[in-house]
Nanobody
């Protein structure tokens, strides 16, 4: 079982930036950030498929959020810029072994990951 620990959440003003970190025990070839606003369903924020070197972003965060990975530090990052109130949510790091890049993308779209962190709260106010 892969252990995932998120950090970096907090309360900021709209327009500001935050960086979330996800420290993992073992890297898998499909790793993602997802979020869940209070009372709403979980949604994909970004996912990286190391099998084909592709990163996907949710439409609501494209151009504002950047996902990266440092395998020497066993850490996944989510740089969040130009934050909006609607970005307020619990943010989760997740991982799964995917047999293909398409499989990784589908897992992300269906929230189908084998390992999850406990989450870190991000609150954006106006």
């Amino acid at each position: 079982q892969v252990q995932l620990v998120e950090s970096g959440g907090g309360s900021v003003q709209a327009g500001e930036s935050l960086r979330l970190d996800c420290k993992y025990s073992v890297g898998l070839n499909c790793m993602a950030w997802l979020r869940q606003p209070a009372g709403k369903e979980r949604e994909g924020v970004a996912v990286i498929s190391t099998r084909d070197g592709v990163t996907y972003y949710g439409d609501s965060v494209k151009g504002r959020f950047t996902m990266s990975q440092d395998n020497t530090e066993n850490t996944l990052y989510l740089q969040m810029d130009s934050l909006k109130e609607e970005d307020t949510a619990m943010y989760y790091c997740a991982a799964v072994f995917a047999v293909s890049g398409r499989g990784c993308y589908n897992a992300w779209r269906k929230n189908n990951f084998s390992s999850w962190g406990r989450g870190t709260q991000v609150t954006v106010s106006s």
